[in-house]
């Protein structure tokens, strides 16, 4: 049985279409979508889209051409929906493929931009991939690695463009090693509290496809909620598209 909605991320505009008991965009995906900086032009790619929250609702904000990138056939189902009811066919495709793969559909070193949710934990639980196969991909590093996804990122980026990312802390030490690895430079930076007195549980990136080194600026944190419990008025703006 589904749990089906139709949704919308901050202010953008852009219908996307959920089902709730497969998988639905959360606050790691409005944030994402709120810290990345859109091209004007040109050619930007949605890496592991899941339902297409981001790449949809950054058509918003942008004339290029948008690229969604998704293995799982029922969230790339999800996302030709929401195409399809936002009248947005000549400006977003849906690639529904194996990242690995990415390259029969997109030529490399093409694409001017990148946002990227990717799955934050290794498959070390087996019992944790046996509730809900759909979630547990989106998830875990079931059917790409972070080294599978940094590698895509290269390989299609144009060189001085730009990917965003949105990553767990406790792995970024591994993160920003193997983005190393593949000539990707974190070029700024900025982590995410539930509260001021809790440990940060998200960060955010913006990487460089350079061969050059690049300064790394670390952004003021961004707190969720107050000392009354409430919505930031920071948060409250990203979230809820409050000016």
């Known amino acids: 049985m589904s749990i ?5 991320i901050s202010n953008s505009g852009i219908i996307i279409n959920q ?3 497969l998988y639905s965009f959360n606050l790691d995906t409005i944030l994402l979508y709120n810290f990345a900086k859109p091209v004007k032009k040109g050619k930007v790619v949605d ?3 899941g339902n297409g929250a981001i790449g949809l ?13 998704e293995i799982q056939k029922e969230l790339a ?3 030709e929906k929401s195409i399809e009811d936002n009248k947005l066919q000549q400006q977003v495709h849906l690639i529904n493929d194996d990242l690995k793969n990415v390259q029969a559909h997109i030529d490399h070193d093409t694409v001017d931009m990148i946002v990227c949710n990717p799955p934050y934990f290794k498959v070390l639980d087996k019992t944790a991939l046996k509730e809900k196969q759909v979630l547990a991909i989106a ?3 079931v059917k790409a690695s972070l080294a599978d996804v940094l590698h895509s990122i290269k390989v299609l980026l144009k060189e001085n463009s730009h990917a965003y990312l949105v990553y767990r802390p406790e792995r970024l030490s591994e993160l920003v090693a193997e983005m190393l690895q593949q000539r990707l430079q974190p070029k700024r930076m900025r982590f995410v509290r539930t ?14 496809k350079t061969v050059k080194s690049a300064s790394l600026k670390v ?10 419990h409430q919505l930031s008025e920071e948060a409250n703006r990203i979230i809820n598209g409050d000016k």
């Open 57 to 69: 609702s950054l058509a918003s904000k942008t004339s290029a051409q948008i690229y969604l990138v």
């Open 139 to 141: 998830r875990h590093e």
């Open 77 to 79: 189902a999800l996302s």
């Open 219 to 228: 952004e003021p944190d961004l707190i969720i909620y107050d000392d009354n």
């Open 19 to 21: 089902d709730k008991k």
């Open 4 to 8: 089906y909605s139709q949704d919308i």
């Open 195 to 208: 509260t001021a007195r809790k440990d940060a549980n998200l960060v955010l990136l913006d990487v460089v």
């Open 47 to 49: 890496l592991c889209s």
